[in-house]
């Protein structure tokens, strides 16, 4: 069974990178195929699907966060992160990540237990 663990600051000053990482384990990120994903809520938006890798290492990226969402990973460790430039307040929200089928957050098999990260100075 496929487990993820989140890791990463809970805390990001307005105007820096939001980083988090995700820990498989039960799985290979590189030999499961799934998307890994990344996905976050928001009061009154409701869960938003980011982007993901793909066991391939292709990526892919929601529209709405393209231009400055960058997803990586580390396959020695069975990671992968994300990063999310020049955040404001409205980034604050909890952060998944998740892998399933498919680039789409109703469709995801696995979860993590989610984060909130804040954006303050």
């Known amino acids: 069974q496929v487990q993820l663990q989140e890791s990463g600051p809970g805390l990001v000053k307005p105007s820096q990178t939001l980083s988090r990482t995700c820990t498989v384990s039960?799985?290979?990120?590189?030999?499961?195929?799934?998307?890994w994903s990344w996905i976050r809520q928001s009061p009154g938006k409701g869960l938003e699907w980011m982007g993901a890798?793909?066991?391939?290492?292709?990526?892919y990226y929601s529209p709405t966060f393209k231009s400055r969402t960058s997803i990586s990973r580390d396959t020695s460790k069975n990671q992968f992160s994300l990063q999310l430039s020049s955040v404001t307040p409205e980034d604050t929200a909890v952060y998944y990540c998740?892998?399933?089928?498919?680039?789409?957050?109703?469709?995801?098999?696995?979860w993590g237990k989610g984060t909130l990260v804040t954006v303050s100075s």
């Open positions: 039960g799985g290979s990120i590189t030999t499961d195929y799934y998307y």
């Open positions: 998740a892998a399933g089928s498919s680039l789409s957050a109703s469709d995801m098999n696995y």
């Open positions: 890798i793909r066991y391939t290492g292709s990526t």
